[in-house]
């Protein structure tokens, strides 16, 4: 499996960095984000480095829909009941923050605020 041994994520990954999981399989792994914008805030990583989703082919497959496939289940679980918002910032223009594919998912018990912000 493809790891890079500088990303945080694949630390993390790796058990060198401690993380509070939410799910882990051979595939992918879930874990509460360390500056929650929510108060349901964890994101889904591929446990194979990927920096972006540009990055990203039919190799990925598996783990990606994976990660869309649990990523329902682990929001309820977590207690977003009532909806939740699914993040994947990719590239400079995107935000991106860790270049390793990661999706956040946010949620809670209130609506969440607007996602986008009109441009006047």
Request: glycine share 10%.
């Amino acid at each position: 499996m493809n790891s890079d041994p500088n990303c945080i994520f694949c630390k993390i990954v790796r058990g060198e960095i401690p993380a509070k999981k939410v799910h882990e399989d051979a595939d992918v792994l879930a874990f509460h984000d360390v500056r929650p914008q929510a108060p349901v805030h964890f994101l889904i990583i591929p446990k194979e480095h990927v920096p972006t989703l540009y990055d990203a082919g039919m190799k990925q497959h598996l783990a990606l829909g994976k990660m869309l496939a649990l990523v329902g289940e682990l929001a309820r679980k977590e207690g977003a009941a009532d909806g939740f918002r699914t993040i994947v910032n990719t590239g400079r223009v995107g935000h991106q923050e860790v270049y390793h594919v990661h999706m956040h998912v946010l949620g809670g018990p209130e609506p969440l605020g607007p996602m986008l912000v009109r441009r006047k």
